[in-house]
T-cell receptor, first 109, second 116 residues
């Protein structure tokens, strides 16, 4: 089955800096790669996703890149703000998803 | 659009009792729903996949007789934790997919279960 690894587990940045979170997956059949943001005690919220026929996708300050050959994908957040502080999860699959272990992002003012 | 609700949002029960959690898609028909469990500071672990009108598919290590899932309609799936024990205390979250060819999962707000 699919296995998703996520790094780093924690990430501290200063406001305005960029943050990068990386994930690797094992199953070449996976073709959908979403990223979720989860605040404490709340539901995961989809922030961006990418499908296997696309190498990069951007939405304002957030971008995701996908390297199918190497089986890894990354989340890039530019101009970070304190409200970006949360836990971020990557996932891989199709309809059924396997989630990474999460990255706790802390943006200090 | 694509709103998923869960009820109750939290529940405290005594060991040995059963607890039912409802997951509803409010503004769309969900062909597939998923049930996850999340322990503090951990990731989401898929428990089972629920398809309307058919039996749920459980992940390895999840006891189907303990975690009963019923997906009786295109807008409602229920998870019943039977004979709950303290180790079942967790955050249970459902998600729903809007159609057979869709991938995006929309999550419910979660149910926090505490078994005393």
């Amino acid at each position: 089955g699919e296995n998703v690894e996520q790094h780093p587990s924690t990430l501290s940045v200063q406001e305005g800096d960029s943050a990068v979170i990386k994930c690797t997956y094992s199953d070449s059949a996976s073709n959908y790669f979403p990223w979720y943001k989860q605040e404490l005690g709340k539901r995961p919220q989809l922030i961006i996703d990418i499908r296997s026929n696309v190498g990069e996708k951007k939405d304002q300050r957030i971008a995701v890149t996908l390297n199918k050959t190497a089986k890894h994908f990354s989340l890039h957040i530019t101009e970070t703000q304190p409200e970006d502080s949360a836990v971020y999860f990557c996932a891989a699959g199709f309809q059924k998803l396997v989630f990474g272990t999460g990255t706790r992002l802390l943006v200090s003012p | 659009g694509a709103v998923v609700s869960q009820h109750p949002s939290w529940v405290i029960c005594k060991s040995g009792t059963s607890v039912k959690i409802e997951c509803r898609s409010l503004d769309f028909q969900a062909t597939t729903m998923f049930w996850y469990r999340q322990f503090p500071k951990q990731s989401l672990m898929l428990m089972a996949t629920s398809n309307e009108g058919s039996k749920a598919t459980y992940e390895q290590g999840v006891e189907k007789d303990k975690f009963l899932i019923n997906h009786a309609s295109l807008t409602l799936s229920t998870l019943t934790v039977t004979s709950a024990h303290p180790e079942d205390s967790s955050f249970y979250i459902c998600s729903a997919i809007q159609g057979a060819q869709k991938e995006t999962q929309y999550f419910g707000p979660g149910t926090r279960l505490l078994v005393l």
